[in-house]
């Protein structure tokens, strides 16, 4: 079973930074996989955030976080940070790792989500 923990949320002001990581565990090589960061805000849908190809490293952003978060995956540790940069009051949310197959287009494991606050 694909386990995914996440960690590094926390209280952070406006225009700071916070790292998250997602350590996975339960296969002895997730080459197969996809790991992605979603985000759920109070009262709103988990929303897709950054994902990345854990084999050849390529990575998607959704239009609000480009240029400000960067996602990217250290073989050796089974871990996937998310960088965060420049945030916005707008970024709080609980933030949740997520994996799938590479060849199937729904996400079947979850961790239990870190909760990020970015104060004005």
């Known amino acids: 079973q694909v386990q995914l923990v996440e960690s590094g949320g926390g209280l952070v002001q406006a225009g700071g930074s916070l790292r998250l990581s997602c350590v996975a565990s339960g296969r002895s090589s997730f080459s197969s996989y996809v790991v992605g960061w979603f985000r759920q805000a109070r009262g709103k849908e988990r929303d897709f955030v950054a994902s990345?190809?854990?084999?050849?490293?390529?990575?998607d952003y959704a239009d609000s976080v480009k240029g400000r978060f960067t996602i990217s995956r250290d073989n050796a540790a089974n871990t996937v940070y998310l960088q965060m940069n420049s945030l916005k009051p707008e970024d709080t949310a609980v933030y949740y790792c997520?994996?799938?197959?590479?060849?199937?287009?729904?996400?079947?494991?979850w961790g239990q989500g870190t909760q990020v606050t970015v104060s004005s």
């Open positions: 997520g994996g799938r197959l590479r060849r199937v287009s729904e996400y079947a494991y």
């Open positions: 990345i190809i854990w084999s050849t490293g390529t990575s």
